[in-house]
């Protein structure tokens, strides 16, 4: 999609610290990271939220998820860590691609806000 930057990312129009890629997504480090390791995971076929998915999409989104632990694996991740996915305004999604946060490399806490 024509302005989405996380689309530019995936087409390689745009730099980025990738740390997984396959035909269907793409992982990489966050710019504005907020733990050790964050790193953002994004299916690139462009969709805003889970709201606006379709079937093919879904898997997709399956996909991400059944990855994600050897992405975990790979960045060092042995000891846990947590997935955020931000759906819209009050969540404060402010990139209108769905991708999933992974945050880790240090305690989280037990309170999630
Ligand atoms: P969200 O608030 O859930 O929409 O998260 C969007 C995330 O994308 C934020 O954590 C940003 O720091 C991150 N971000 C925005 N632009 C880039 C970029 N060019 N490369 C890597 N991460 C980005």
């Known amino acids: 999609m024509e302005n989405c930057i996380f689309c530019k990312i995936a087409a390689g129009e ?3 610290q990738k ?7 793409i992982a990489f480090k966050d710019i504005n990271p907020q733990a050790k390791v ?3 995971v994004v ?3 462009h969709f805003a939220t889970l709201a606006d998915m379709n079937a093919d999409q879904a898997e997709l989104v399956k996909q991400c998820f059944v990855n994600i632990p050897h992405i975990a694996e790979s960045l060092g991740l042995t000891n846990g860590y947590r ?4 759906q819209g305004q009050d969540a404060g ?7 999933i946060h992974i945050l880790g490399g240090q305690p989280m806490g037990e309170k999630m806000l």
Do not use: A, F, G
């Open 14 to 16: 745009i730099p980025s």
């Open 19 to 25: 740390v997984y890629e396959d035909e269907n997504m």
């Open 38 to 40: 964050h790193v953002l």
């Open 43 to 45: 299916p690139k076929s």
């Open 83 to 86: 997935l955020i996915v931000n």
């Open 93 to 99: 999604q402010t990139v209108h691609h769905l991708h």
